[in-house]
Every structure is written in structure tokens, then in C-alpha cells.
């Protein structure tokens, strides 16, 4: 039954990836068909720059104010949750394609998955330690 389940996220989550993928080559393909269009004679580099600065600065107009509202509300631990998780994406599939670079194993969508979900089960534990130590505390300064 376990591995049922984890095959039906993996499959389901195989599939967002797979829309992500077709939306990026959508969006790559419209990008070099305007460059064509428009005879901006724009290379590879120039794009990628235009392209990547505008989506960060996209991404920054949203993440800022979200994050500065949880640093008002003192969530600083999910301001480091996220900034961890985000490291930890680039880093497992980092492995994933220095293994498939160094044919020192299979690059393999499901490790990367496996790791994350670590780091999800294991950041549920941490919280919740952390919580407990914060209830234990409080009951303290209350007596």
C-alpha cells in the first residue's frame, strides 16, 4: 500500500513536471520566434539575460513583501524554511546530474524526490520539537 501511494505522488508530481517542462518550452519557443519576428538578433546570452533578470525581478515583487510580512509576524524560522528548501532543489539536483555527468549513478527524478521529502519529514519533527520546548518554556515563566 506504501508504495502505491508514493507511485501515485511520484506519478502525479512526474506530471506537474512535465507541464512545467511543456510551459518553459512554450515560453522559450514564443521568446526566440519574437526574436526572429522582430530580427533583434539577440543571442542566447542576451536572453537568457533579459529573460532570467525579468523573472527575478518578478519573483522579488512577490517573495519581498511575503516575507517581510512573516518577518513582522515573527516567522522567521519559515522565512529560513523556505530559503533552505530552495538551497536543498538546486542541491539535489545538483547530485542528480553530477551523477548522470559522471556515470557514477542513474539521474533519477524519485531520489530528488525522496530527498525533499526528507527534509519535509524531517523539518515536521524539528518544529515540533521546537514547539514542545516552546510550551515547556512558557509553562516556566507562567509559574
Known sequence: MYNARMMDNTSTLKR?????????????????SMNDAYESQLSDKQLH?????????????????????????????????????????????????????????????????AGLVGYFAMSFIFLLVVAIIELIKSIFKKK
Open 16 to 32: 506537474i513536471v512535465d507541464i512545467l517542462i511543456d510551459i518553459i518550452y512554450k515560453t522559450h519557443s514564443r521568446i526566440l
Open 49 to 113: 539575460f533579459i529573460v532570467i533578470g525579468l523573472l527575478g525581478i518578478a519573483m522579488l515583487l512577490v517573495i519581498y513583501p511575503l516575507f517581510k510580512w512573516m518577518a513582522k509576524k515573527h516567522l522567521t524560522v519559515l522565512i529560513s524554511w523556505f530559503y533552505v528548501f530552495t538551497v536543498l532543489v538546486v542541491i539535489t539536483f545538483a547530485i542528480e546530474i553530477g551523477q548522470w555527468y559522471s556515470h557514477t549513478g542513474e539521474m533519477d527524478f524519485n531520489d530528488i524526490l
